[in-house]
């Protein structure tokens, strides 16, 4: 391990780092996003059957429910503030359902530009590298070609590195962005089922 290191040089070791803090955002982000969109799943089901959206028990628990779950917490708090009008129920319910996926979206946009910066990383590693060929090759009347070979590795290596980030990066992106948008989705969905089926009194909206 210390003599890779040493041959990737400093850039390596950074994006060796980098590739471990890329690693663990994507696997806890796959890890909530399946977790979360289960129990929400589970959360509108009694006894294996999904319950009516304007059944009472359920507003109940929602409005009693005091977890973490990202797509519940931003029904209850989108229900609490009952706006009268429609556009001002879709306004807070988007600012709710925002709110309550920061924690994954912050998570998103750290692996987008992680999927961006390691190449420009690997590219950085690569011209160390070179530079470090040419400095060797102007300052002796007689290469050393183990020198040469040390700075050739470090240049093609930081690249690979690079890429071997930035690819699976992007994929984990794209792929999470996808559920998140499946999920945001079925929330403000099904809270617009409850309300309505509710009965709540909205200005602009048909009573169910």
């Known amino acids: 391990m210390e003599d890779f290191i040493g041959m990737a040089g400093p850039v390596g070791l950074i994006l060796l780092v980098f590739g471990g803090i890329v690693l663990l955002a994507v696997l806890w982000s796959l890890v909530y996003t ?5 129990g929400f799943r ?13 059944s009472p028990e359920l507003k109940a628990d929602i409005m009693s429910y005091r977890g973490r779950n990202p797509g519940i917490y931003f029904i209850r708090e989108t229900l609490l503030e009952n706006p009268g009008e429609r556009e001002d129920f879709k ?22 530009l992680a999927a961006v910066i390691s190449p420009l990383l690997g590219l950085a590693g690569t011209v160390l590298g070179m530079l ?17 070979a040390s700075g050739i590795w470090q240049a093609l290596i930081t690249t690979v590195m690079g890429l071997f980030i930035a690819i699976p990066a992007s994929l984990a992106y794209w792929y999470l962005s996808g559920r998140l948008r499946d999920f ?3 929330a403000l969905g099904f809270c617009f089922r409850i309300r309505v089926a509710s009965g709540d009194s909205v200005r602009g909206e048909p009573q169910a």
């Open 91 to 112: 306004t807070l319910a988007a600012f709710f359902l925002n709110r309550s996926l920061r924690r994954i979206t912050h998570r998103l946009r750290f692996i987008k």
């Open 34 to 38: 399946a977790v979360s969109w289960r």
């Open 184 to 186: 945001r989705a079925e």
């Open 132 to 148: 470090t060929v040419f400095r060797d090759l102007s300052g002796a009347a007689r290469p050393d070609p183990a020198i040469l």
């Open 42 to 54: 589970n959360f509108q089901k009694r006894d294996g059957r999904e319950v009516r959206p304007g």
